[in-house]
């Protein structure tokens, strides 16, 4: 009679008790690796004229009670700040005035993304998002690098479009001409003799 048998289960039930154990903790050490990552940064491209959105977003999705989008190179002033339940105009860069706003009932679930209209060449900049969690402190999570630059002046395929159009008012032209050369060297009702004697 084998008796190591039983033992072997029972080592084996040990095992994988503490190899669940031990992924369950491998989870939990991976999660607060991830959700304790520092900023994401994001690069944005966009045309003058068009309305951005810059991304702000706590990966837990926790509720954000105050929230400032700045420029790193406009000093104190600031682009957004929202506190106190509402958007905060003291403070507020001029050239932002009436052009930013945040999307006030996402703050609950946890974004803070910017919307930015009407945006000028000289709205490219870095912008960084700083946030109050509820039952967490101010932390920077989001970094945007907005690059406004000017449309193409003539679109690739506009230039085709205008080269290939030439060509063929050009074949329509000779086409004419030819055809208009011939009516004249042979008119209706005349022979070939005659041109040629």
């Known amino acids: 009679m084998n008796l190591s048998f039983g033992r072997r289960d029972r080592n084996n039930q040990e095992m994988d008790s503490s190899l669940t154990a031990s992924l369950l903790l491998l989870s939990v050490v991976f ?8 900023p994401i940064t994001i690069t944005v491209k966009a045309e003058p004229g068009q309305k951005v959105t810059l991304p702000c977003e706590d990966p837990d999705q926790r509720k954000i009670l105050f929230a400032e989008w700045k420029r790193t190179d406009l000093g104190s002033k600031y682009v957004l700040l929202y506190r106190d339940n509402g958007i905060a105009t003291d403070g507020q860069h001029p050239s932002y005035k009436d052009r930013v706003e945040l999307i006030v009932y996402q703050l609950t679930f946890g974004d803070a993304s910017l919307i930015l209209k009407n945006v000028t060449i000289t709205d490219s900049g870095t912008y960084e998002c700083r946030v109050l969690i509820e039952n ?3 932390k920077v999570i989001s970094t945007a690098n907005l690059d406004v630059l000017p449309p193409d002046p003539f679109p690739v395929w506009a230039i085709v479009l205008l080269v290939l159009l030439v060509l063929l008012v050009l074949a329509l032209v000779a086409a004419a001409g030819v055809s208009f050369y011939f009516w004249r060297r042979w008119k209706p009702g005349e022979s070939l003799e005659r041109c040629y004697p």
């Open 136 to 138: 967490s402190g101010i």
């Open 31 to 38: 999660m607060q690796f991830v959700s304790a990552a520092g």
